[in-house]
């Protein structure tokens, strides 16, 4: 673990999530609190091909990033603003507002709004895992959303 503070501000997160291995280190915290699972098979058994910022499973081979089936995925959003959003919903000491967050990180005040919400709703179902669309299978292993996450 890197000797880097932990962001206290809102302003703190904006600089810290911008460096892509420290956001791409916290999202694996948060959603594998165990260590890194592989979302096809649920294996433990995973390389971490750190040059391309993507892990192989060494079961199915198959490739994942941490951001691989989360509310994360496929958004023009990036993980280091979607961290922010994280950031600010977690924080104790400081409440989050759409128009503050919009503000920080450089996206609209309805865009940041649909950000906390998607995160709020992630947070009460305990994983970050991309909701349901028809046609698309529901991950069967559920043991990676585990309660009591060290968040
Ligand atoms: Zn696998």
Same mark, same amino acid.
């Given at each position: 673990?890197?000797?880097?503070?932990?962001?206290?501000?809102?302003?703190?997160?904006?600089?810290?999530?911008?460096?892509?291995?420290?956001? !791409?280190?916290?999202?694996?915290?948060?959603?594998?609190?165990?260590?890194? +699972?592989?979302? /096809?098979?649920?294996? *433990? %058994?995973? $390389?971490?091909?750190?040059? !391309?910022?993507?892990?192989?499973?060494?079961?199915?081979?198959?490739?994942? +990033?941490?951001? /691989?089936?989360?509310? *994360? %995925?496929? $958004?023009?959003?990036?993980?280091?603003?979607?961290?922010?959003?994280?950031?600010?919903?977690?924080?104790?000491?400081?409440?989050?507002?759409?128009?503050?967050?919009?503000?920080?990180?450089?996206?609209?005040?309805?865009?940041?709004?649909?950000?906390?919400?998607?995160?709020?709703?992630?947070?009460?179902?305990?994983?970050?895992?991309?909701?349901?669309?028809?046609?698309?299978?529901?991950?069967?292993?559920?043991?990676?959303?585990?309660?009591?996450?060290?968040?």
């Amino acid at each position: 673990m890197k000797a880097k503070t932990f962001p206290r501000t809102l302003r703190q997160a904006v600089t810290y999530f911008r460096d892509p291995d420290e956001a !791409r280190w916290l999202l694996a915290q948060l959603r594998w609190p165990e260590g890194i +699972t592989c979302p /096809s098979c649920g294996s *433990f %058994e995973i $390389s971490d091909l750190t040059t !391309r910022a993507v892990f192989c499973c060494r079961l199915c081979r198959r490739q994942f +990033t941490v951001k /691989s089936g989360t509310i *994360f %995925e496929d $958004s023009p959003i990036g993980l280091h603003q979607w961290l922010c959003a994280v950031w600010a919903l977690s924080s104790r000491e400081h409440a989050a507002s759409s128009h503050e967050l919009a503000r920080r990180i450089h996206v609209t005040q309805k865009t940041a709004w649909f950000m906390l919400s998607r995160i709020r709703l992630a947070m009460q179902t305990k994983g970050f895992n991309a909701l349901p669309r028809s046609g698309r299978r529901r991950p069967r292993n559920n043991r990676l959303w585990r309660k009591g996450s060290s968040m």
